[in-house]
């Protein structure tokens, strides 16, 4: 059975700084993996999502790496603002799993102007 | 604009009451989704539907019921027999085809007085 962790669960840090959000996964063989954003009450937006074959994604400020052999994937944000307070959520989906995906229970993330 | 409706936003219900929650898409994917979020916790699946009258039991199907009787929609109802209803429920769609990118609702919170 998949497992997917991420570590912190919660994260405090000062406006302007970067930072790593990090997801572990059990199960190497995944189809792809997706970092979301969730803001209090509301639904998960997609930021990036990286297939098994690829070994990063960018959007913006954000950067997504996936290494499939050690089960390892992190967000990097830099130049945090405190818009980017949140809570962030990585998902797998497996190969064999068909189209079930997999999340982790979140980093919540505070930048402090 | 494309996207994924959730109603009700809020919705309250005595014990031993069935509710509805509806979910429309209009981004045309065949697949959708639903998932449970309590307080500190990852998301949990419930139901999900990979085409038109055809659904699967996720992780915790016990005390709910789906329908896709139409590829835009797919209600939930949690039933009486739901020992602890009180959540926050999402839905979501996949586009399978292009990207493999999951698509969420804003989201209904369910409590249960």
């Known amino acids: 059975k998949q497992e997917v962790t991420q570590i912190p669960a919660a994260l405090s840090v000062p406006e302007g700084e970067n930072l790593v959000l990090n997801c572990s996964f059990t199960?190497?063989?995944?189809?792809?993996l997706q970092w979301f954003r969730q803001d209090p009450g509301k639904g998960l937006t997609s930021l990036l999502l990286?297939?098994?074959?690829?070994r990063e994604q960018t959007s913006g400020r954000l950067n997504a790496s996936l290494d499939k052999s050690s089960g390892r994937s992190t967000l990097y944000i830099a130049a945090s603002q405190p818009g980017d307070s949140a809570t962030y959520l990585c998902?797998?989906?497996?190969?064999?799993?068909?189209?079930?995906?997999?999340f982790g229970e979140g980093t919540q993330l505070t930048v402090n102007p | 604009d494309g996207g994924i409706t959730q109603s009700p936003k809020y919705l309250f219900r005595k014990e031993g009451q069935n509710v509805t929650l509806s979910c429309e898409q209009n981004?045309?994917?065949?697949?959708m989704y639903w998932y449970r979020q309590d307080p500190g916790q990852g998301l949990r699946l419930i139901y999900y539907?990979?085409?038109?009258?055809?659904?699967q039991k996720g992780d915790i199907a016990e005390g709910y019921s789906v329908s896709r009787e139409k590829k835009e929609s797919f209600p939930l109802t949690v039933t009486s027999a739901q020992k602890n209803p009180t959540a926050f429920y999402l839905c979501?769609?996949?586009?399978?085809?292009?990207?493999?990118?999951?698509?969420f609702g804003e989201g209904s919170r369910l409590t249960v007085l």
């Open positions: 998902a797998v989906t497996r190969e064999t799993s068909g189209s079930r995906l997999t």
């Open positions: 199960d190497s063989a995944i189809y792809n």
């Open positions: 990286i297939q098994s074959s690829q």
């Open positions: 981004l045309n994917h065949d697949a």
């Open positions: 539907s990979q085409i038109v009258n055809d659904f």
């Open positions: 979501a769609s996949l586009d399978r085809v292009n990207t493999g990118e999951l698509f």
